[in-house]
């Protein structure tokens, strides 16, 4: 097939570091091209791919020193799809909201997965209005607070196969991994950690809306010796980080979308322990690639058993259900059923 990608611009493909939609549509772009699809990715002019690259910018807007306007060049991109448009069987959007007031133009059918939240009262009539748009879900979560959208699917995150690696030997620590905010409590990560007595490594990043609550709730917590903060990470780093940690630990207060941090903990092979928020349910299997737990008390009791759960079953389970090539299996199902749909009787 010949299928168009059509990424944020905010970081290139896949990031520098932290992004998470970014590393999604990489893995999925791979993958596809892997099994001999025809490919055109649009984003910003550092990415690396293998598909055909449309860089309609020259570098990841957030780390542009020039700060660009983000929706004059996500709307310049926009036409730019539409315009090739006609090259394509298929055109993925992952740009949250801004494709669906051009998408009724485009004779491409197209397809949509937003990759945040939905329960923000804005997007209800937002669905509505755009409501035979279709669109794929990355967790049955996430679609929860949208149900008369034209869902088509929902189609897990997946990881490449080699990016991660089993480790059967942990270290004595606790990881936590992502973003430190409010809804991913990285308090209730520490708090764990002191009742077990095992050290927590921090590795996160702290975006400027969340620099005022780091300062004021987290970093006086990072006074002590059980507790490391080591700030932001790459890819190239997390495998060893979350590799050798006896657990990830995922306190989260928020409906998670998805959470792909747990799925890179399961393809080390880590298991997690993790509040039951959003779609982490559809994710994790309790007793088997880690704990879901509801209250503080019950999460420091799951991460002093974390060394019952089997660290080859967390990595079998990752290779069955969340592998890059399981993804793209899946979007092809349904990039096929709508292209089939466009077809005249």
Known sequence: MKIAQVAPLYESVPPRAYGGTERVVSYLTEA??????????FASGD??????????????????????????????MMDMVLKEAADFDIIHFHTDVLQLSLVGQCRTPCVSTPHGRLDL???????????NHPMTSISNSQRAPAPSANWRATVHHGL?????????????????????????????????????????????????????????IIEPLLDDSLVTYIGEIGDHEKNEFIGNARGLLMPIDWPEPFGLVMI?????????????????????????TGFIVENQEQAIAAAKNISRIDRRRCRQVFEQRFAAPVMARRYLEVYRELVEERIPA
């Open 160 to 216: 490449p196969l080699g990016l991660y690696s089993l480790h059967t030997e942990p270290r004595e620590y606790f990881a936590f991994v992502g973003r430190i905010s409010p809804e991913k409590r990285c308090d209730r990560a520490i708090e764990i950690a002191k009742a077990c007595g095992i050290p927590l490594r921090i590795a996160a990043k702290v975006d400027p809306a969340d620099r005022q609550y780091f300062e004021s």
């Open 32 to 41: 596809l091209v892997e099994m001999g699809h025809d490919v055109t990715l």
């Open 47 to 76: 990415s690396v791919t293998m598909a055909n690259l449309v860089a309609v910018v020259p570098m990841g807007l957030r780390l542009d020193a020039r700060k660009p306007d983000p929706l004059v060049w996500h709307t310049i």
């Open 264 to 288: 890179e903990a399961l393809a080390c092979g880590t298991p997690v322990v993790a509040y039951g928020h959003g779609s982490v349910p559809e994710i994790i299997d309790h007793g088997v």
């Open 121 to 131: 009262p804005d997007l209800k009539p937002l669905f509505h209005r755009f409501g």
